[in-house]
DNA sequence: TCCCTGCATGGTAACGTTTCCGGCCCACAA
DNA sequence: TTGTGGGCCGGAAACGTTACCATGCAGGGA
């Protein structure tokens, strides 16, 4: 119960149990070669001053700092802060600690965001790239030392293995649903369209209304609940009245939803909806919300996996940007058809994703 | 752009650039008494090498990490994911660093979760206590020699300051609300009865049952939504068949609604319902759902000041647990009257928290 | 002329750990 | 008796940075 403001060090711990340093260090570390009473010693005086190792000390003299980071855009996000829970977890489990950084999407802050984690000298990194095709990004992410994984959004010129949902085909699956419900005027309502995951569901909506010979709609000005209100308030007017709408973002869907509801639009009677990414009360709300869900925790998962596959790879020998194998995870969405698309609903699937 | 596997040090850039380590050091750190041309010959041996110093020798040499800690339960729980970002943020314009640990409400785990924050020398921390009555707890915080501030919970003896919303009042509130709309019985569902939180709530639905002469009927088995719709199940039948439902906790509150939904219970006519914590999409869905909503970012606002007016405080003198001000903030929760208590529904307030 | 002051710079000792290396002791074989 | 080897232990040199002190130099006042 001895008491101070400064931290007992392992020095004061060999002190106390009237051995060497090295020893102590051995009973930390778990090495053979001490004997059992000595061990109990070292143990005794440890707890007693309430010693605990050095982070600092122990990464200085060891070059390895058993930290990974994490690099997302927001922590607020339901969608990151999933990820980061998976990776917490896999993280601890490996005996690592998670740094987590975020970037609001931003290019200065994510190059701060590289910078403190290089400085703090992580083993490596995941990343949810501003912006996938940043010259920046990449030249920076060539000379880091340490593995990369990026995630939910790859690096363009593939510098870096990357774990992504398939953006494209989901909302291209998703458009098709619609189009077999016999909709014909089917918009499409984006967010924030300098997005890759963004550009490629917009991608897919096109490819597959393009399929189909329809002409496709596309809205990319939504940014808050008014413009949302307003661009809905304009197909719903004139002959070529919308008949689905298709949102590729969450907040985006939910304003839509709310737009439509106000104006007493019938779901999916006069209008369907569709949304991109599952949220908390999609299958609760009346009507239910047919959406695409995103594989969350497996691409959690799996960049962590990937990550810490490489860390055990590169163990040795430090990686060079060139050795890193190129690797392109790319993982399925699933439609999950609820009551606003106009498939009966089904009373089964009330499920929200956590 | 030389590159190889190791970082440069500080030396190599003294070396490079034909000065002495100490001058490096003085250019990086800003300190004035070095001449311009110095400098500049400094900066470009600095970029020359891509120099970024080593946080750990910075620590272990200067006892100061310009690192705080958060740990919460879950980082994938919208409340504390809030909380993060805002401290996140603040850290940041303090030019600290943040750690967030997860606990999962286990006492194990936030044992853990100190030591590492402990072992990693950051210089204060913010913490939602897994129970705030531990003993353990209470002692493993008093034998801690930096800062630490309470979020969301406080810690029974107060060693600690803390911020916490008035749950108490924000649930008596609500219950008078309910009273006042003229309904007599009045049940409540809580959430896991163990934490702090809600403890705090059901003891204010019960003050103000009691204070209107009412009976309390309180539920507490309620772990998901089978559980849930079976408590409701019981409420809605018999004589005494309930008027209106308080939920402790979001998820809890979502599964009622759901559960009435489903009955095709008319939501406020038959029975109202009003739950504790505002959520995405409570403006949304019909009826809306009225909440007592909380002061997140207020929370993370004031547990940040507090911890860095402390850190400042502090920063001679190492801080003993006795002299920290018990200093206890409790902050006012609000009522989003909305429709399903059986307000009017009112057109402005759509307002989801975020 | 000499000393003193103030700026500019460099050498070097820590910080707390790990790890290499070497020393001790004892058992055993020659 | 002496060599030998293996289990146990400790001294001390790093790791990369900061900060204390020393040094050198210029200019100004006595």
Redesign the interface.
């Known amino acids: 119960m001895t008491?101070?403001?400064?931290?007992p060090t392992l020095r004061e711990v060999a002190k106390c149990a009237e051995v060497g340093t090295t020893t102590v260090s051995r009973v930390i570390n778990g090495v053979e070669y001490v004997e059992p009473w000595t061990k109990a010693r070292v143990e005794r005086a440890i707890k007693e001053l309430?010693y605990?190792?050095?982070?600092?000390?122990r990464?200085?003299k060891g070059h390895k700092?058993r930290t990974i980071g994490l690099v997302v855009p927001?922590?607020?996000d339901?969608f990151f802060?999933?990820c980061?829970?998976v990776l917490?977890g896999i993280a601890r489990q490996h005996g690592f600690?998670?740094?987590?950084l975020?970037t609001q999407n931003e290019r200065e802050m994510e190059r701060e965001a590289i910078?403190?984690l290089?400085?703090?000298?992580v083993d490596g990194f995941v990343i949810a790239p501003a912006d996938a095709e940043s010259d920046e990004l990449r030249s920076l992410l060539m000379?880091v030392?340490v593995p990369v994984v990026a995630l939910d959004r790859p690096v363009a010129g593939a510098v870096v293995p990357s774990v992504v949902a398939d953006n494209f085909v989901g909302a291209k699956h998703a458009t098709r649903h619609l189009i077999a419900h016999g909709y014909k005027r089917i918009a499409c309502l984006t967010g924030e369209i300098g997005l890759y995951t963004i550009r490629e569901r917009a991608r897919g909506y096109q490819a597959a209304m393009a399929a189909a010979g329809l002409k496709a709609v596309l809205s990319t000005a939504i940014c808050d609940?008014a413009s949302c209100d307003a661009a809905i308030a304009k197909m719903l007017k004139g002959p070529d009245q919308v008949q689905a709408i298709f949102t590729l973002k969450n907040?985006v869907t939910?304003d839509a939803?709310?737009a439509l509801?106000?104006r007493s639009v019938p779901i999916p009677g006069k209008v369907a909806l569709l949304g991109y990414d599952d949220?908390?009360?999609a299958g609760?709300?009346?009507p239910a919300i047919t959406v695409v869900q995103q594989p969350i925790e497996e691409l959690g998962k799996t960049a962590a996996e990937l990550l810490f596959r490489h860390l055990k790879g590169a163990s040795a020998?430090?990686?060079?940007a060139k050795a890193r194998t190129r690797q392109q995870v790319l993982l399925k969405t699933s439609l999950i058809p609820r009551a606003s698309c106009g498939c009966r609903p089904d009373?089964s699937s009330?499920g929200?994703s956590?």
Chains 1, 2 share one sequence.
């Open positions: 008491k101070q403001g400064k931290h309430g605990l190792p050095n982070i600092a000390a990464v200085l700092t927001s922590i607020a339901p802060s999933s980061a829970e917490q600690l998670l740094i987590v975020t910078n403190t290089t400085q703090h000298r000379r030392t609940y907040s939910v939803f709310e509801q106000r949220f908390q009360l609760t709300v009346r020998a430090a990686m060079p009373p009330r929200s956590s």
